[in-house]
């Protein structure tokens, strides 16, 4: 179903506009520290103002407009079999799960473990098979694998998990090599991943106003391969930022438009997502919060900053600071979900799986939240109205006092006007006792078995894998 | 003078200039100095202690009253011998080698700073060889060290080996934290303590140093 005008809006045209302004007068007047003088250099050869005391580049307006109109208002992060593009500019919104954690809930022993490779190959599998996540974050460390083939391993354990588009950090430009040349390999050519790009690669500017070399680095190596990027800021209120919503908003904003600028100077229309990942802090306690309902607001209006320059955004909701799939992470969760959807975000990542402020994943979470994502595309949907749906004519049927339960009209439109969820409790009382008093918790446990038991390994093809394995004696086995 | 009524107003709201220049006026008028210290910035942090864990305060706020304090001392601690008024204990923090975040290492810095140690802080990125090279030339009384990143917890080890190396590890105590560092690993690499966050941080670093 098509989705409809976003109904919520948490910034008015003129709270976007002086948003923006100020954005823009703090790249020009404070400006983007960078800690690296290969990447200062390129960016002045380019036009961009350097203060070389204290490795500063300032962004003057009318150069950053220029820069910026190099960027690409849409693009398609394709998925390996051609199922799941995800078309970025469109204003359809796609969800993702979230990255890189390093603790997981095992449901199994009710206890949290380290990650492991194999938890990569689980959480892939898991996406894979739930329709409203639309592609894979590599979504947890490999503790069981040693740095030196990390990237390799990871993507292709991920790869050889999902069809779904790979996404995912890397932590050098060594990294996002080997993480390019496995890539090339499943492609076939060069020339073909070029145009079609099945992984894309996360970044993150440090907040306040900072980015790393190493993070230019891959970057640019990733801008000159044609692999989507985005260098997604996560400023935290109160701590990194400025403790106002408004604030905090022009800061990631300022970082934000930067990292999109400075992927447009590497490779001009190079592929990058606007990113926001604004958070905040309790400071009552100096909590970090990753999921407050400021979070929430925040990401929202993100969404509108983004579209101000027609940039798809990599947006953040679905987190939660609960350390167990309950009652806190449901609410939590589809607060920030919802909120960023509604705006009309392109990509919304950490929206699956994520616990325990981005530190934990469960796999019960990815199939709790892939049924609130459900719910939230249900909702971006409305209601259809037309002659059909208005349905005057079996009204006038059935007339007073009569049912709609055999009619024609309920068959006809039963499916796709309700939302059917697997999870949710729905049963009766005596039956729900007869069925062992299930839970959605529960019930989202036998479906992680039922998905994972069906082990829907090797999406390589088995010749490419023998082939891969050979040219790349570096992966590891589960 | 035996009304500190406007200092301790001033530390308690963090206000830096009004504080300062009451314990100036304070001096001026000859006010015995530990009742500028007992009666005045003590008693006034003592409230902000009181008010914090009642919820009427939040962090930053006892920061700033910590860092009004701390201005206020400036002018009081050359009045004073040199034995008679020793900090805490000296600290050389860092995030260690490899990880960038410094959010939580900076909190511990504040809050160690606003209880009376004196920081020196090494930044983000910090290898075992910087942390013990710092620890010995201020004579570091405690290396405290932050990681963030599971893959970067290791080099909290080998900084413990370098200062083993440097043969200074008897005369440091090692602290640790970071959201995947647990009590455990601090065990593991023999590491003298590890606190799960900021308050806990300055309570774990008297205790090392057994002062109250
Ligand atoms: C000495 O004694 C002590 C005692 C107590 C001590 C102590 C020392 N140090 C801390 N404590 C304790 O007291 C503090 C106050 O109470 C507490 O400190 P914390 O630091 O825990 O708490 C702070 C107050 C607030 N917390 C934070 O500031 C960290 C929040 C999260 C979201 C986070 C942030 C903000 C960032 N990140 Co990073 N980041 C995450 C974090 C997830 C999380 N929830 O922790 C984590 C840690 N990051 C991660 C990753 C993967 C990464 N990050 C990266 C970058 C960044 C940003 C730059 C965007 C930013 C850091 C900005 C900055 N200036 O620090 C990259 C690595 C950069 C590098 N080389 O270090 C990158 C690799 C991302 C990428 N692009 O791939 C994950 C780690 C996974 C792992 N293997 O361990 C992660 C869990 C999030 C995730 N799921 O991806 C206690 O731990």
Redesign the pocket.
Known sequence: MPMRLPPYRPLSPEDVRKIDQTSRRILERVGIRILEQSHLNILKAAGAIIDQSDQKVRFEAAWLDEILARAPSQFILYSRDGKNDVHLGKGKVYFAN?????RILDMGTGGYRLTMLRDVAHTATLVHCLDNISLYIIA??AHDLQPQHYHLNDFYHALNHTTKHVM????SREGAEQMWELSVFIAGEEEELREKPFVSV??????PLTI?G??LDILSFCCSKSIPVTC???P?SG??APATLAGTLCQMHAEALAGVAICQVFSPGAKVLYGA?P?T?DLRH???T?SSVEMAIMNGAAVQLAMIYDFPIYASGGVTEAKRPDIQSGCEKTFSNLMVAMNGADLIHLAAG?L????SISYEQYVIDNEIIGMINRILSGISVNEGTLGFGVIEKVGPGGNYVMEDHTIEYMKEEFFYPDLSVRCNFDIWEERGRPSMLSRANDLVDEILDDGREGLLDTDLILEIKKKFPGIQNL | MSDFKGLTEAVIKGDIQTAVAETQTALDAGANLQDILDKGLIAAMDQVGEKFSTGQMFVPQMLRSAKTMQECMKLIKPLFQEDELATKGKVV?G?VR????????N??AMMMEGAGFAITDLG??VSPKDFTQKAQEVGADIV?????????MPAMRETIEALQEAGIRDKVKV???????TENFASEIKAD?????????VI?AKKLLSIS
């Open positions: 979230g990255g890189r954690v390093f947890c460390q995912g950090g890397c932590d996360i970044t993150n500017p440090i907040s790393d190493n993070t997604a800021p996560a935290i701590a990194t990942v958070t802090m100096m909590e970090y990753m994520m325990d402020s981005g530190n | 923090i995030t490899q990880d960038l975040h410094d959010i939580g290492k909190l511990v983000v990125d405290a060290m932050s990681a963030l990143l599971s893959t970067t602290m640790i934290g970071g959201a995947p560092v303590s590890y606190a799960p966050d900021a308050g806990s941080a774990a």
